[in-house]
């Protein structure tokens, strides 16, 4: 499956979440595609953040309101009131970010909802190339080595909920997909040992 | 639309008084312009650009003398700002020394040079002097205010006092306010022209001459905040003349002789007017637009409808990118539209006019936007 199939299938798999006309922060928006996606199929507004100067260039390019900057140095309470936003969405960055914990605090401070989607490093390819092959996963959805990788928290879907409970964040909804963004029998039975990716919807308690 | 060389600067001149915010009044003054590119049917893509403390008028192409405009690298055919697409406006800010009335002017009421009786005005009075700039070309809304530095400030000002003539405001490299750091080297920049002894109290145009020495002293200055520490660094670290160490007090350091040759420039083949120094520098000083909203810059820029891109410079420690965030953060209180790019760079302040591929990406992006915005007001016509 192409890349842009992918992509494609996480918008719309997001989108099933958001209500037409709300306020959106997409937390590293790249170059803004989804966004741009949320604007055009539910008329949302609001903001992207990134920190990478040539993708805040293409966010530009694309026509959407882009900040420029690093959520390791900046909270985004500097910025934003609390419940500035219908939804706060980070794709595929928790794992990226210094302080995961930190950051979700802030997203939930910022936001009515957030949307988050990571890898599972639960998934038994992981544990298998771990167990039998005793190298770190090297996978699609994983696809760098231990020393370039800029996945520095990586977690499972078991270590994510935990922290939700730990921080008393409700879990209002979660799909779980492999990293086609396409779901299964399988993956809705045994969804840390068979998903590859889980989109969370969260929020304040 | 190519630039006609060599640019021709013209005059709008204005018979009616303009009430100045210190309580004074102009009775007539002119502006100096220039202009290029051309002006759509609707009037829909007129840009009006805005320059910073010792720019002027001559914003792009070449002039008479021979003289590239200041930021030409980024205005012309095909560029940044690109001429075939939008008509470039830029005048001699009021109290200018480059056509517009200011110091060197003669005052009608008395038939003599202006020099220290110019009113000081402030970056408020430039703007609504420029909105009949506007009002000339019949523009109702410009596609974008543009400007860097001090003409970052004044675009900010044109957001605030005529929203619904603004429809994107570029700020580059600004700072809603100044710090008291910024206002002490301005002192100390103005305390050198006035304590030249060839000032003569600002009449020195009537004794025929000029404070050369002070006015060296106050761009030597004012360049050295408008370089990095790194960037002197890395172009003269400790260079020396002559090879090696003289033990007395001429120039001896590569520095000292690059500065020396950057003020003296300045005061003596620029010519520039020492009272427009004081003046443009007390402008800098003054402008503080949340004053008129309890010193709250969120409130202030409440009254913004226009669309907003701010530009900051990671190595300018005169307008450091924290002063740019907090425009940023003022509007984004306000739910405005607004981008922000902080492009790495080590030429210090002086980098919004210098080349940079982020910059110029960041900058070619977002003037698409204004065109596709300049397309659609068309379109609705």
Redesign the interface.
Known sequence: MSQGKIISNEFKLISNWIQPDSRVLDLGCGDGELLNYLIKTHNVNGYGMELDPDKTTQALGNGINVIQTDLNSYDLTYYFDEDSFDYVIMTQALQVVSRPDELLEEMLSIGKNCIITFPNFGHWRNRAQLMFGGTMPETETLPYHWFDTPNIHMCTFKDFEKLCDDKHIKVVARTVVNSEHESSLGMRIAPNLLGEVALYQIRKK | MSITNPTVTHYLAVNQPLQLTSGATLPEYELAYETYGQLNEDKSNAILICHALSGDQHVAGIDADGKKGWWDGYIGPGKVIDTDKFFVVCSNNLGGCRGSTGPTSINPQSGKVYGPDFPIVTCKDWVQSQNLLREHFDVEQWAALIGGSMGGMQVLQWAIDFPDKVRHAIVIAAAPKLSAQNIAFNEVARRAIMSDPDFHDGRFIEHDTTPKRGLTLARMLGHLTYLSDDMMGVKFGRELREGKLQYNYEVEFQVESYLRYQGEKFATKQNFDANTYLLMTKALDYFDPAADFEHDLSKALAQATAKF?VVSFTSDWRFSPQRS?EI??AL??N?A????????SEHGHDAFLLPNP?YE??FR??M??VH?DTLAVEAQK
């Open positions: 891109l965030h940023v953060k984004l209180d739910d539209d607004v981008s922000y790019a902080e492009v790495k982020h990406g960041v992006n977002y698409e936007r596709r």
